[in-house]
């Protein structure tokens, strides 16, 4: 039976959440050249592959942070999974905003979550892992116990590996950068000698330069 990483993986590459094009990189909104581009809220428009999601988030909670109760979500991409992962769990819900509103009582997390409660924390896709550990802040300082984050899908880098770390949050993804390299390359959806180049991306995706701009 296959791991549930390489099962996410093919079903993000099948439905573009994933895209990958080491040849024609994408440009992020950091500025970064990236080979590849990740936009998980299109499995919400997959009824099948959104409960599966919704489904295994739940299971590695329970498995892993049994004594959850409640969820918060991060704005925007993890809202609507966040949503879903508390209902499957019966649990209070709440979302964090990237910034505060800037009118009525100008919140920061929509919800309530209650001093003290223990909070596992949804991300959809962890890149360098900065918006998912300032939302996890914002839960602490509303007084809550962060036990853990859960996420659809990281890059690895280890950059947000070391970041994690440091601010002592257990990370648990479904899936993940080297899953999907491999599903990519057994369903030909890439070539062996683009390997080497998402690789190198990972290691330093900063200032990664793209063939294509040595040329």
Same mark, same amino acid.
């Given at each position: 039976?296959?791991? *549930? ?12 959440? *994933? ?197």
């Amino acid at each position: 039976m296959k791991q *549930i990483d390489l099962i996410l993986a093919e079903k993000l590459l099948k439905i573009s959440a *994933i895209k990958l094009q080491p040849d024609n990189p994408f440009t992020w909104a950091s500025g970064w050249n990236s080979p590849i581009y990740t936009d998980n809220r299109k499995t919400l428009s997959y009824p099948d592959i959104r409960s599966f999601i919704k489904i295994e988030l739940s299971r590695i909670i329970m498995e892993n942070f049994g004594e959850v109760e409640a969820i918060a979500g991060v704005a925007t991409g993890a809202i609507a999974q966040g949503a879903l992962v508390a209902d499957e769990l019966m649990l209070p819900y709440a979302y964090v905003r990237s910034t505060p509103k800037d009118h009525g009582l100008e919140n920061l997390i929509e919800g309530n979550l209650k001093p003290g409660q223990k909070v596992v924390v949804i991300e959809d896709l962890v890149s360098t892992g900065g918006s998912s550990l300032k939302a996890i802040e914002a839960v602490r300082n509303a007084g809550c116990d962060v036990i853990g984050m859960v996420a659809i899908f990281s890059y690895e880098f280890p950059v947000a590996t070391e970041a994690f770390r440091k601010a002592n949050v257990n990370l648990i993804t479904l899936s993940n950068y080297s899953a999907m390299l491999n599903v990519a390359l057994e369903t030909k959806y890439i070539r062996e000698d683009d390997i080497e180049t998402l690789k190198e991306w990972r290691q330093d995706p900063a200032n990664w330069v793209p063939k294509r701009a040595e040329d």
